[in-house]
């Protein structure tokens, strides 16, 4: 029943049926989830975890967008206002899109793509779950105490000196969070380095590996800047120590400098991997191996090195020096070329496949188109002289929700769908699964798209009451949202649906090459019944063998 | 105001710089979505599953194809980086003889005075035509002026001084937006630019309470806060004399050279310690605390303008 050529490993197949011996029937009861260090499971804690976050702040989005219906602010009051934008901010980015696809796909998966039985320190592992539980209770704790008003971005001297909200221990959240994401991350690079089945030569490693590669060098070598610049606003926020305070003798915008040294790598924290992921997805549903596998894979090291010296084209009105300004623009035009060339590789490698739509398809199309916007605008604002029009608006809101959202946010829905039968054994209903694919890509462009337009316009964003003529638009951006939102709604409907009543997916229903696809599903708790020996490269597909099947089946 | 339009007022000479810059970004963001979509839709549909297309021969990559599709990039980035780099240039630099407002933004207020004396809230009367440049401080958190009508922004930061410069090139009224978040009425921190006939500008100047000029008000200061006290040839004090001194070079005791700016005497009357002339004694008091924001900029103002006549204007 399966055609591909499967040079890849020599393991006993399974017959096609639910795994009945798998990691889930292995333990019983809440205990063997809390004190499990099993890789899989914990991407499970992990994805439960992450969905709360992001209900939270998908919450505190609607509310904004309610508000922002009508040009006078008269929903909420501008201080919950700017309550909203903070928890959304701060939510989305750290507690839910920089962990999303490493904590979940990348701890159930890669280990298995590797042919490991499990990450190289399975009990860091679990303890890396905890910091980050403690993390989300603190931050959950200030959210409940109050809430932040400063934004995500914690600017000084409005955090340090005048805001009156609970920065510290949002601050504190941050933090711990912070440390989870490093111990992931050295995880990661440990397993990766260590842990690979015998023949698994580094270009032999499957494209999602080399992205969570780059993702963990980016967590451990930037994360612990932001760790750095929280404890030094909190430090001169609690005892008045002079950093970035004028009044106290600080540089405002070293603060800015130190925030965005880490921030901006973090935007490639959040989207390398989603760019993984996508090359798994395009590959096997057009029965093609990747175009360009070494300038796919290499890209994703060079986004990972030039991410970090393009940080002050966030400053380029902050009162940065010109000259500097030059040198980042300059920096951040390179940095889109890698960018170009994985999206170039995507497209042909779809030549001369044997194409299907499934729904992990549609999404990874989806990315392929939102992502491409996302990242060309980036182009508008990495342009000096535009961005000093642009910068702050919603023009840059939009920008990096295409980035973040349309790209890292369907990167995510893709791959949870494409590994949903190895995680559980069964389908999610496929005719409801592209339903909701092409649901949330019409409501992101209406969400989204009109917010290039205000932003251009002039529309400032932080903005809880706006003129008049801004109006049009923002009632555009508000239906779109509703209709995200249910594109969202529905696979957290189905996927619970599924675990129950779905079909039986077998071990590989996609007839994948990839190594994680040659054990049952789900999985036995070490991954496979013997060490897995890799002959060949991640994607033996074949578009005329496909083809021939086809019509054999026909 | 209610028209829909895609564009903002092109009210400014920037406005129509930074437009063109921004059409041909929007084209060459239009070729290569195009580059991309286009071939994604045709391979959807030429290789759909079951299609007759021939599949033979795939190719699995290509270093010719790889390094053209780098290389295209890369050029183009560099044509689009210098074009915003020298336009950047241009709007980050206002020329000499522009027109001087000073602003203090304040949570959630813009406070702006104008060379000849008369002072605003919220407002920014300018001449069309007329080049005019803005020495801006907080006394607070950061702000941001932006004219969207201008395409200019700059942020507001406390404890320095920035500036932003335009002309206007259409009479009207248009948007200031507080661009940098900065606390609960970040959104009702807005304002106008009325942009008045140069003949309508000068009557509006002297009409009300003009008061006296910036640079009157600070020869006032620069008497009456002690100033003249030491800075002066007849001082009993050894203190460095202020006429001629603006943005020349300066010898500190240090060793070092600094250039006597808006930012360098603004450090010496509130933090004296932190620079000192070569051949001068630490011994200046500091003035944090006991003027404001504005009078600061008056003080510079008087100091800028002594820079060329050895001797004080007369009052």
Redesign the interface.
């Known amino acids: 029943m399966n055609a591909t050529p499967n040079a890849t490993t020599t393991i006993v197949r399974h017959s096609g049926a639910y795994a009945l011996d798998n990691y889930l029937t292995s333990g019983q009861g809440v205990k063997s989830w809390l004190l499990t260090t099993d890789h899989k499971r914990i991407g499970i804690l992990y994805l439960w975890t992450i969905l709360v976050f992001f209900l939270i702040a998908a919450v505190a989005a609607a509310l904004m967008r309610i508000e922002l219906l009508t040009p006078a602010g008269d929903l909420v009051t501008s201080e919950t206002y700017n309550k909203l934008f903070t928890i959304h901010g701060v939510l989305m980015v750290w507690f839910f899109l920089i962990p999303s696809i490493p904590t979940v796909l990348g701890n159930f998966v890669i280990p298995m793509m590797i042919g490991a039985r499990d990450v190289a320190f399975p009990r860091l592992n679990l303890f890396s779950w905890y910091l980050f539980v403690a993390a989300g209770a603190l931050a959950l704790w200030s959210l409940i105490h109050g809430g932040v008003d400063t934004g995500w971005t914690f600017y000084t001297p409005y955090s340090t000196t005048y805001a009156n909200s609970h920065v510290i221990s949002m601050a504190a959240g941050i933090f711990v969070a912070g440390f989870s994401s490093i111990i992931t991350g050295i995880n990661f690079i440990v397993t990766i380095h260590k842990m690979r089945a015998p023949g698994l030569r580094w270009f032999r490693l499957p494209l999602f590996i080399w992205a969570l590669y780059a993702t963990s060098l980016i967590l451990v070598l930037a994360t612990p800047v932001l760790a750095i610049t929280l404890a030094l606003m909190s430090v001169e926020r609690l005892w008045g120590v002079g950093i970035f305070d004028p009044k106290l003798g600080g540089d405002p915008i070293l603060f800015q400098h130190l925030f965005w040294f880490y921030s901006h790598p973090a935007v490639y924290i959040m989207i390398l991997p989603g760019m993984g992921v996508i090359s798994e997805l395009i590959t096997c549903f057009s029965r093609k191996r990747v175009f360009g596998y070494a300038w796919v894979g290499c890209s994703s090291m060079a986004i990972a090195v030039l991410g970090f010296v393009v940080w002050g084209h966030h400053m380029f009105v902050s009162s940065q020096s010109i000259y500097a300004g030059m040198i980042f623009s300059l920096l951040s035009f390179l940095v889109a070329v890698p960018s170009g060339i994985k999206v170039f590789n995507w497209t042909a490698t779809l030549y001369k496949g044997s194409i299907t739509f499934q729904t992990p398809m549609l999404y990874a199309l989806g990315f392929i188109g939102l992502f491409t916007i996302g990242g060309l605008t980036g182009l508008c604002v990495a342009t000096l002289a535009v961005d000093v029009h642009v910068h702050d608006t919603y023009f840059v809101i939009a920008h990096f929700h295409y980035i973040m959202v349309g790209g890292m946010v369907m990167a995510f829905m893709g791959g949870l769908h494409y590994w949903w039968p190895k995680i559980t054994g069964r389908l999610y209903p496929e005719f409801w699964g592209k339903l909701a694919a092409m649901i949330t890509f019409i409501g992101f462009n209406l969400t989204f798209f009109p917010q290039f337009l205000l932003g251009y316009l002039g529309m400032p964003r932080r903005y809880h009451a706006y003129p008049p003529e801004f109006q049009m638009l923002n009632v555009l951006s508000s239906a779109g949202a509703s209709i995200l939102g249910v594109g969202y709604m529905l696979p957290l409907i189905y996927f619970l649906w599924s675990l129950k009543r779905g079909r039986v997916a077998g071990p590989n229903p996609w007839r994948a090459t990839g190594l994680e696809w040659q054990t049952g599903s789900p999985p036995p708790v070490h991954n496979f019944e013997g060490t897995p020996i890799v002959t060949a490269s991640p994607y033996m597909y074949d578009a005329e063998a496909d083809r021939e099947l086809h019509m054999a089946n026909a | 105001?209610?028209?829909?339009?895609?564009?903002?007022p092109q009210a400014s000479t920037?406005a129509h710089?930074?437009d063109w810059?921004?059409i041909a970004?929007v084209a060459?963001?239009l070729f290569?979505?195009i580059s991309?979509?286009f071939?994604?839709t045709w391979?959807?549909i030429k290789?759909?599953?079951?299609s007759n297309?021939?599949?033979?021969n795939?190719?699995?990559?290509?270093n010719l194809?790889?390094i053209s599709?780098?290389t295209l990039?890369?050029v183009l980035?560099?044509a689009?980086?210098s074009?915003?780099?020298v336009?950047?240039?241009?709007?980050?630099?206002p020329p000499p003889n522009a027109l001087e407002v000073q602003i203090v933004g304040k949570?959630w207020m813009w406070k702006l005075q104008h060379a000849e004396g008369k002072r605003e809230i919220n407002e920014l009367h300018v001449p069309l035509g007329q080049a005019v440049a803005l020495t801006m401080t907080s006394q607070?958190?950061?702000h941001?002026f932006?004219v969207?009508?201008f395409?200019?922004?700059?942020?507001v930061?406390?404890?320095?001084y920035?500036s932003e410069w335009f002309k206007a090139t259409q009479l009207g009224e248009y948007?200031i937006?507080?661009?940098?978040?900065?606390?609960?009425?970040?959104?009702?921190m807005?304002g106008r630019v009325v942009v008045m006939e140069p003949v309508a500008y000068q009557r509006w100047l002297t009409t009300g309470e003009a008061g006296e000029s910036i640079v009157v008000s600070g020869r006032r200061l620069f008497l009456d806060r002690g100033c003249s006290g030491c800075h002066a040839l007849n001082s009993k004090f050894h203190a460095p004399l202020l006429e001629g001194l603006f943005n020349k070079p300066v010898p500190l005791s240090n060793g070092e050279t600094v250039k006597a700016d808006q930012q360098f005497l603004r450090d010496s009357i509130l933090?004296p310690g932190k620079q000192i002339a070569a051949g001068y004694d630490n011994i200046m008091p500091s003035y944090t605390g006991q003027l404001s924001e504005e009078e600061i900029m008056q003080l510079i103002a008087y100091l800028k303008s002594i820079a060329d006549n050895r001797s004080p204007p007369p009052p």
């Open positions: 105001m209610d028209k829909f339009r895609l564009i903002p920037s710089q930074i810059l921004f970004l060459i963001m290569f979505l991309v979509f071939p994604i391979f959807a290789y759909r599953r079951g297309a021939n599949r033979s795939p190719s699995h990559g290509s194809i790889e599709w780098t990039p890369v980035s560099v689009l980086f074009w915003g780099a336009a950047y240039y241009h709007i980050e630099r949570q607070d958190v950061i941001s932006f969207p009508a395409r200019v922004k700059q942020d930061v406390p404890g320095k920035t948007h937006f507080c661009s940098q978040y900065c606390g609960t009425e970040h959104s009702g807005i933090l």
